[in-house]
Protein backbone atom coordinates (compact mmCIF):
# COMPACT_ATOMS: atom_id res chain seq x y z
CA UNK A 1 0.00 0.00 0.00
CA UNK A 2 2.78 2.22 1.04
CA UNK A 3 4.38 1.85 -2.92
CA UNK A 4 0.93 2.85 -4.08
CA UNK A 5 0.59 5.91 -2.41
CA UNK A 6 4.06 6.83 -3.66
CA UNK A 7 3.55 6.22 -6.75
CA UNK A 8 0.43 8.27 -7.13
CA UNK A 9 1.95 10.98 -5.49
CA UNK A 10 4.66 10.79 -7.81
CA UNK A 11 2.01 10.73 -10.81
CA UNK A 12 0.34 13.61 -9.29
CA UNK A 13 3.58 15.52 -9.08
CA UNK A 14 5.04 14.89 -12.56
CA UNK A 15 8.20 14.04 -10.87
CA UNK A 16 9.48 11.61 -13.19
CA UNK A 17 12.97 10.68 -11.77
CA UNK A 18 10.96 9.17 -8.72
CA UNK A 19 8.61 7.69 -10.44
CA UNK A 20 10.91 6.23 -12.41
CA UNK A 21 13.47 4.83 -9.72
CA UNK A 22 10.44 3.21 -7.69
CA UNK A 23 9.42 1.29 -10.88
CA UNK A 24 12.67 0.04 -11.54
CA UNK A 25 14.02 -0.69 -8.06
CA UNK A 26 10.49 -2.28 -6.13
CA UNK A 27 8.67 -3.43 -9.17
CA UNK A 28 9.84 -4.13 -12.58
CA UNK A 29 12.77 -5.82 -10.83
CA UNK A 30 11.30 -8.55 -8.84
CA UNK A 31 10.70 -11.87 -10.54
CA UNK A 32 6.57 -12.20 -8.73
CA UNK A 33 4.33 -10.77 -10.96
CA UNK A 34 2.11 -9.52 -7.92
CA UNK A 35 4.27 -5.82 -7.75
CA UNK A 36 3.26 -4.82 -10.95
CA UNK A 37 -0.55 -5.36 -10.64
CA UNK A 38 0.26 -2.19 -8.31
CA UNK A 39 0.43 -0.35 -11.93
CA UNK A 40 -3.72 -1.52 -12.97
CA UNK A 41 -5.12 -0.36 -9.54
CA UNK A 42 -7.26 1.73 -9.21
CA UNK A 43 -8.88 4.15 -5.81
CA UNK A 44 -11.66 4.58 -4.30
CA UNK A 45 -12.74 7.15 -6.72
CA UNK A 46 -11.91 4.82 -9.64
CA UNK A 47 -8.88 6.48 -10.76
CA UNK A 48 -6.06 4.79 -12.04
CA UNK A 49 -2.45 6.01 -12.18
CA UNK A 50 -2.78 7.26 -15.74
CA UNK A 51 -5.23 9.20 -14.40
CA UNK A 52 -3.06 10.60 -11.50
CA UNK A 53 -0.24 11.12 -14.31
CA UNK A 54 -2.37 13.29 -16.30
CA UNK A 55 -3.11 15.43 -13.40
CA UNK A 56 0.65 15.90 -12.74
CA UNK A 57 1.21 16.82 -16.29
CA UNK A 58 4.62 14.56 -16.99
CA UNK A 59 4.45 12.82 -20.51
CA UNK A 60 7.25 10.69 -19.48
CA UNK A 61 5.25 9.35 -16.63
CA UNK A 62 2.46 8.39 -18.64
CA UNK A 63 4.25 7.05 -21.67
CA UNK A 64 6.00 5.12 -18.96
CA UNK A 65 3.17 3.99 -17.41
CA UNK A 66 1.18 2.78 -20.82
CA UNK A 67 4.17 0.53 -21.76
CA UNK A 68 3.81 -0.99 -18.38
CA UNK A 69 0.21 -1.23 -17.60
CA UNK A 70 -1.64 -4.45 -18.72
CA UNK A 71 -5.40 -3.55 -17.93
CA UNK A 72 -5.51 -0.33 -17.77
CA UNK A 73 -5.90 1.96 -21.29
CA UNK A 74 -6.31 6.09 -22.30
CA UNK A 75 -10.22 5.25 -22.60
CA UNK A 76 -10.91 4.06 -19.21
CA UNK A 77 -13.21 5.98 -16.91
CA UNK A 78 -13.20 7.03 -13.26
CA UNK A 79 -16.32 6.74 -11.41
CA UNK A 80 -17.14 10.34 -12.69
CA UNK A 81 -16.91 8.98 -15.75
CA UNK A 82 -13.66 11.27 -16.10
CA UNK A 83 -11.54 10.04 -18.98
CA UNK A 84 -7.26 10.67 -18.57
CA UNK A 85 -7.81 13.29 -21.75
CA UNK A 86 -10.70 15.34 -19.12
CA UNK A 87 -8.76 15.66 -16.33
CA UNK A 88 -5.67 17.04 -18.37
CA UNK A 89 -8.11 19.59 -19.69
CA UNK A 90 -9.38 20.02 -16.55
CA UNK A 91 -5.65 20.96 -14.64
CA UNK A 92 -4.65 22.66 -17.58
CA UNK A 93 -1.73 20.28 -18.46
CA UNK A 94 -0.73 21.40 -22.66
CA UNK A 95 1.45 18.80 -22.95
CA UNK A 96 -0.53 16.18 -22.13
CA UNK A 97 -3.14 17.10 -24.15
CA UNK A 98 -0.76 17.53 -27.10
CA UNK A 99 0.47 13.84 -26.32
CA UNK A 100 -3.10 12.46 -26.11
CA UNK A 101 -4.38 14.28 -29.32
CA UNK A 102 -1.45 13.23 -30.97
CA UNK A 103 -2.79 9.42 -31.40
CA UNK A 104 -4.71 8.09 -33.83
CA UNK A 105 -7.73 7.06 -32.16
CA UNK A 106 -7.84 10.86 -30.74
CA UNK A 107 -10.93 11.51 -31.76
CA UNK A 108 -13.15 8.95 -29.78
CA UNK A 109 -10.73 10.10 -26.60
CA UNK A 110 -12.14 13.71 -27.40
CA UNK A 111 -15.74 12.97 -27.96
CA UNK A 112 -16.37 11.03 -24.34
CA UNK A 113 -18.68 12.40 -22.04
CA UNK A 114 -18.85 12.61 -18.14
CA UNK A 115 -21.56 11.24 -15.74
CA UNK A 116 -23.07 14.97 -15.99
CA UNK A 117 -21.90 15.06 -19.90
CA UNK A 118 -18.47 17.31 -19.36
CA UNK A 119 -16.84 16.85 -22.48
CA UNK A 120 -12.93 18.20 -23.14
CA UNK A 121 -14.31 21.91 -24.35
CA UNK A 122 -15.98 22.30 -20.45
CA UNK A 123 -13.12 20.70 -19.22
CA UNK A 124 -10.78 23.15 -20.70
CA UNK A 125 -13.08 26.49 -19.77
CA UNK A 126 -13.17 25.35 -15.95
CA UNK A 127 -9.63 26.06 -16.07
CA UNK A 128 -9.62 28.83 -19.12
CA UNK A 129 -6.02 27.36 -20.51
CA UNK A 130 -6.30 28.94 -24.07
CA UNK A 131 -3.55 27.25 -25.53
CA UNK A 132 -5.81 23.75 -25.19
CA UNK A 133 -8.35 25.55 -26.44
CA UNK A 134 -6.42 25.94 -29.59
CA UNK A 135 -5.84 22.51 -29.93
CA UNK A 136 -9.10 21.77 -29.73
CA UNK A 137 -10.22 24.38 -32.21
CA UNK A 138 -7.22 22.68 -34.86
CA UNK A 139 -9.38 18.90 -33.92
CA UNK A 140 -12.32 20.37 -35.31
CA UNK A 141 -14.59 19.73 -32.06
CA UNK A 142 -18.05 21.19 -31.17
CA UNK A 143 -17.99 24.13 -28.90
CA UNK A 144 -21.17 24.50 -28.24
CA UNK A 145 -22.43 21.04 -26.22
CA UNK A 146 -24.17 21.88 -23.01
CA UNK A 147 -23.72 19.34 -19.90
CA UNK A 148 -26.54 17.98 -18.80
CA UNK A 149 -27.06 21.50 -16.11
CA UNK A 150 -27.16 23.50 -19.78
CA UNK A 151 -24.19 24.92 -18.82
CA UNK A 152 -22.11 25.75 -21.95
CA UNK A 153 -18.59 26.68 -22.09
CA UNK A 154 -19.23 30.50 -21.46
CA UNK A 155 -20.91 29.76 -18.66
CA UNK A 156 -18.22 27.74 -17.25
CA UNK A 157 -15.83 29.91 -17.97
CA UNK A 158 -17.65 32.23 -16.13
CA UNK A 159 -18.82 30.54 -13.00
CA UNK A 160 -14.79 29.83 -12.63
CA UNK A 161 -13.54 33.34 -12.82
CA UNK A 162 -11.90 32.74 -16.50
CA UNK A 163 -11.88 36.39 -17.56
CA UNK A 164 -9.52 36.02 -20.56
CA UNK A 165 -10.78 32.59 -21.17
CA UNK A 166 -14.36 34.74 -21.51
CA UNK A 167 -12.83 37.40 -23.54
CA UNK A 168 -11.62 35.49 -26.19
CA UNK A 169 -14.44 33.43 -26.63
CA UNK A 170 -16.90 36.91 -26.41
CA UNK A 171 -13.93 38.15 -29.20
CA UNK A 172 -14.30 34.64 -31.21
CA UNK A 173 -17.89 34.24 -31.05
CA UNK A 174 -18.81 35.09 -34.46
CA UNK A 175 -16.76 31.63 -35.21
CA UNK A 176 -18.10 30.09 -32.37
CA UNK A 177 -21.65 30.67 -33.06
CA UNK A 178 -22.30 30.52 -28.78
CA UNK A 179 -25.63 31.46 -27.98
CA UNK A 180 -25.38 34.26 -26.12
CA UNK A 181 -29.07 34.99 -24.93
CA UNK A 182 -29.88 31.35 -23.96
CA UNK A 183 -30.98 30.91 -20.25
CA UNK A 184 -30.77 27.15 -18.02
CA UNK A 185 -33.82 25.94 -16.52
CA UNK A 186 -34.01 28.47 -13.86
CA UNK A 187 -34.31 31.15 -16.41
CA UNK A 188 -30.02 32.40 -15.66
CA UNK A 189 -28.79 33.88 -18.57
CA UNK A 190 -25.15 34.90 -18.62
CA UNK A 191 -25.41 37.96 -17.48
CA UNK A 192 -26.98 36.40 -13.92
CA UNK A 193 -23.68 34.20 -13.79
CA UNK A 194 -21.34 36.87 -14.19
CA UNK A 195 -23.31 38.72 -11.46
CA UNK A 196 -23.23 35.82 -9.20
CA UNK A 197 -19.50 35.56 -8.95
CA UNK A 198 -19.15 38.83 -8.94
CA UNK A 199 -16.71 39.62 -12.07
CA UNK A 200 -17.53 43.11 -13.45
CA UNK A 201 -15.13 42.56 -16.60
CA UNK A 202 -16.91 40.17 -17.52
CA UNK A 203 -20.02 41.63 -17.05
CA UNK A 204 -18.99 45.05 -18.46
CA UNK A 205 -17.71 43.08 -21.97
CA UNK A 206 -20.74 41.71 -22.45
CA UNK A 207 -23.18 44.59 -22.13
CA UNK A 208 -20.88 46.83 -23.90
CA UNK A 209 -20.41 44.83 -26.93
CA UNK A 210 -22.00 41.48 -27.13
CA UNK A 211 -25.18 41.26 -25.37
CA UNK A 212 -27.94 42.14 -25.84
CA UNK A 213 -29.57 44.72 -23.43
CA UNK A 214 -32.53 43.12 -22.91
CA UNK A 215 -31.24 39.79 -22.12
CA UNK A 216 -29.72 41.31 -19.28
CA UNK A 217 -32.65 43.50 -18.10
CA UNK A 218 -34.22 39.99 -17.94
CA UNK A 219 -35.42 38.50 -14.66
CA UNK A 220 -35.12 35.26 -13.56
CA UNK A 221 -37.87 32.64 -12.96
CA UNK A 222 -37.83 33.53 -9.81
CA UNK A 223 -38.11 37.52 -10.66
CA UNK A 224 -34.51 37.95 -9.98
CA UNK A 225 -32.19 40.87 -11.55
CA UNK A 226 -28.66 41.31 -12.10
CA UNK A 227 -28.76 43.70 -9.51
CA UNK A 228 -30.95 41.52 -7.34
CA UNK A 229 -27.70 38.52 -7.77
CA UNK A 230 -25.11 40.82 -7.18
CA UNK A 231 -26.23 42.32 -4.19
CA UNK A 232 -27.37 38.75 -2.39
CA UNK A 233 -23.70 37.89 -2.76
CA UNK A 234 -22.42 40.95 -1.59
CA UNK A 235 -20.25 42.30 -4.75
CA UNK A 236 -20.27 45.64 -4.19
CA UNK A 237 -18.37 46.96 -7.24
CA UNK A 238 -20.49 45.21 -9.26
CA UNK A 239 -23.46 46.53 -7.40
CA UNK A 240 -22.24 50.42 -8.29
CA UNK A 241 -21.52 49.50 -11.92
CA UNK A 242 -25.15 48.60 -12.84
CA UNK A 243 -26.88 50.91 -10.62
CA UNK A 244 -24.50 53.85 -12.71
CA UNK A 245 -25.27 52.34 -15.51
CA UNK A 246 -27.83 54.22 -17.98
CA UNK A 247 -29.17 50.25 -19.38
CA UNK A 248 -30.10 49.69 -16.19
CA UNK A 249 -31.57 52.80 -14.35
CA UNK A 250 -34.88 51.26 -13.28
CA UNK A 251 -33.50 48.32 -11.79
CA UNK A 252 -33.48 49.70 -8.56
CA UNK A 253 -37.12 49.69 -7.86
CA UNK A 254 -37.45 45.99 -9.06
CA UNK A 255 -38.62 43.24 -6.66
CA UNK A 256 -38.72 39.21 -7.13
CA UNK A 257 -41.66 36.97 -6.44
CA UNK A 258 -41.06 37.00 -2.52
CA UNK A 259 -41.34 40.57 -2.73
CA UNK A 260 -37.55 40.95 -2.51
CA UNK A 261 -35.54 44.75 -3.63
CA UNK A 262 -32.36 45.13 -4.12
CA UNK A 263 -32.03 46.21 -0.23
CA UNK A 264 -33.71 43.48 1.00
CA UNK A 265 -30.62 41.52 -1.11
CA UNK A 266 -28.04 43.49 0.39
CA UNK A 267 -29.08 42.60 4.26
CA UNK A 268 -28.60 39.16 3.20
CA UNK A 269 -25.11 39.21 1.14
CA UNK A 270 -23.71 41.44 3.92
CA UNK A 271 -21.65 44.14 2.22
CA UNK A 272 -21.90 47.06 4.18
CA UNK A 273 -20.97 49.28 1.23
CA UNK A 274 -23.26 47.62 -0.90
CA UNK A 275 -26.03 48.19 1.52
CA UNK A 276 -25.38 51.84 2.39
CA UNK A 277 -24.70 52.24 -1.81
CA UNK A 278 -28.35 51.03 -2.67
CA UNK A 279 -30.23 52.71 0.55
CA UNK A 280 -28.66 55.84 -0.41
CA UNK A 281 -30.22 55.90 -3.49
CA UNK A 282 -33.94 56.58 -1.71
CA UNK A 283 -35.89 53.99 -4.23
CA UNK A 284 -35.24 51.19 -1.40
CA UNK A 285 -36.03 51.96 2.36
CA UNK A 286 -35.29 50.49 5.49
CA UNK A 287 -38.91 49.97 6.52
CA UNK A 288 -39.51 47.89 3.34
CA UNK A 289 -41.14 44.62 3.36
CA UNK A 290 -41.13 41.44 1.79
CA UNK A 291 -44.43 38.70 0.62
CA UNK A 292 -43.65 37.15 4.60
CA UNK A 293 -43.26 40.56 5.98
CA UNK A 294 -39.88 40.36 6.68
CA UNK A 295 -37.66 43.79 6.87
CA UNK A 296 -33.78 44.54 6.24
CA UNK A 297 -33.26 44.22 9.79
CA UNK A 298 -34.70 40.66 9.76
CA UNK A 299 -32.89 39.29 7.15
CA UNK A 300 -29.98 40.70 8.34
CA UNK A 301 -30.13 38.88 11.52
CA UNK A 302 -31.35 36.27 9.85
CA UNK A 303 -28.04 35.48 7.90
CA UNK A 304 -25.94 37.07 11.25
CA UNK A 305 -24.85 39.92 8.84
CA UNK A 306 -23.72 41.82 12.58
CA UNK A 307 -22.31 44.62 10.90
CA UNK A 308 -25.46 45.49 8.57
CA UNK A 309 -27.97 44.92 11.79
CA UNK A 310 -25.79 47.39 13.79
CA UNK A 311 -25.86 50.34 11.06
CA UNK A 312 -29.94 49.85 11.00
CA UNK A 313 -30.19 49.59 14.61
CA UNK A 314 -28.09 53.08 14.63
CA UNK A 315 -30.24 54.38 11.65
CA UNK A 316 -34.04 53.61 13.39
CA UNK A 317 -32.87 55.12 17.10
Not at 50 to 62: K, M, Y
Not at 190 to 197: E, K, L, P, S
Request: include cysteine; charge should be positive.
Amino acid sequence: MELLLLLRRHCRLGAFENFDYLLKTRILNEENESPKKILDSRDKDGRSLLHHAANGGSVDILETLLKHCKERNLHDQDNLGHTVLHIACRHGRYDICTFLLSKEDYRSQMEKFSKHRWNVAHFTAECGNNRIFEVLLTKKFDMKTKTKNGLNILDIACINKQTNFCKELLERNSELKLPLDKSDARGWSIAHIAARVGKKDILALLINSHLDIEVAKKKTHHGKTILHICCEYGHYELCKFIVENEHFKDMLGDIDHKRWNALHFCAKGGNLDAFKFIESKTVCSLYDKTKDWKTVLHISCIHKRVEIAKYICNKLK
